[in-house]
Nanobody
């Protein structure tokens, strides 16, 4: 059974940094993409950053230059380094792995940025 477990969220002041981690367990085949999404209260879930199947990265315009996605294949872990955080980055952050058959999601981790 596939499980994605996020960690690293918390409360930080504007301008601060956080590093999110997502550890995947179980057998996951035919991965199309893996990365991070977020959902703020009253808003739709949106892409933050992801790796595509060819290894390239996509970032939301709002986080370019501030957030960096990385991964450790040996540990089946993907990370999101978030710098220069802004109050508008406040959201629940979800890890996602998309395969050709199914999308797997983590339980989410809360990130709150105070002004």
């Amino acid at each position: 059974q596939v499980q994605l477990v996020e960690s690293g969220g918390g409360l930080v002041q504007a301008g601060g940094s956080l590093r999110l981690s997502c550890a995947a367990s179980g057998s996951i085949l035919s991965i199309n993409a893996m990365g991070w999404y977020r959902q703020a209260p009253g808003k739709q879930r949106e892409l933050v950053a992801r790796f595509t199947s060819d290894g390239s990265t996509n970032y939301a315009d709002s986080v370019k230059g501030r957030f960096t996605i990385s991964r450790n294949n040996a540990k089946n872990t993907v990370y999101l380094q978030m710098n220069s955080l802004k109050p508008e980055d406040t959201a629940v952050y979800y890890c996602q792995i998309a395969t050709i058959w199914y999308d797997y999601w983590g339980q989410g981790t809360q990130v709150t940025v105070s002004s």
